[in-house]
């Protein structure tokens, strides 16, 4: 699937009890469902929601870009989404993935391979 | 220590290095740092980071509330936090702590203690 500009997300009424930002986004941490390890949180929109659960692969949008992209879609690292679980006041979601490589643009398994201390000292 | 109101981000130049949001904030994902559940995510301003790293206990910034808080200041339920982690684009934090109790309100040991199927069916 390649990148697919602009949203509906304001116009559809699907997943009512999430409480989207106002920008109509939702925070998704994502962690591995094998090692449980954090690899990095993602923006959804209503969108990028439905393109999870329709095709199984994590879909977020894109703050800095504008749209919606598959994770994975250039480096082919993929996230299979095993669940998606919602915290008690409906305004983040965690998704529990098996990734195909590296979370991360850096390479590293994870985005958050640094401590603050790294790169505050 | 009592809730502090107000917040003074905005005019300290501490951790210029984090991408804070338009609103001095940036998110935080709190991570069991023994079982590696996801409990929470939270959001800090500098204040709350500053006192977070001051206490080794972590503070978050109330959105609802407009006021920082120290998580378990009510509950007894106190984060003491091991490892502060930051994502590859500086604009998320992972906390890595031994949590006193249950991390939610409600009881249960992690927020996300339900899948969207549960609340979305």
Redesign the interface.
């Known amino acids: 699937m390649s990148s697919i500009k602009g949203s509906s997300a304001e116009t559809q009424p699907a997943?009512p009890?999430?409480h989207w930002d106002e920008r109509g986004l939702i925070?998704a941490?994502v962690?591995d469902a094998t090692?449980?390890?954090?690899l990095?949180?993602g923006w959804m929109n209503a969108d990028a929601l439905r393109l999870t659960e329709q095709s199984g692969e994590a879909h977020f949008w894109s703050r800095s870009r504008g749209q919606l992209w598959r994770k994975g879609e250039t480096s082919g690292n993929v996230m299979r989404v095993i669940?998606?679980?919602?915290?008690?006041?409906?305004d983040?979601?965690?998704l529990r993935v098996n990734p195909a490589g590296p979370a991360?643009?850096?390479g590293?398994v994870s985005?958050?391979?640094?401590?603050?201390?790294?790169?505050?000292p």
């Open positions: 997943l009890l999430l925070p941490v962690q090692t449980n390890a954090v990095m949180v669940e998606v679980r919602v915290d008690c006041d409906e983040t979601l965690l991360c643009h850096t590293a985005c958050f391979y640094r401590t603050l201390e790294e790169i505050e």
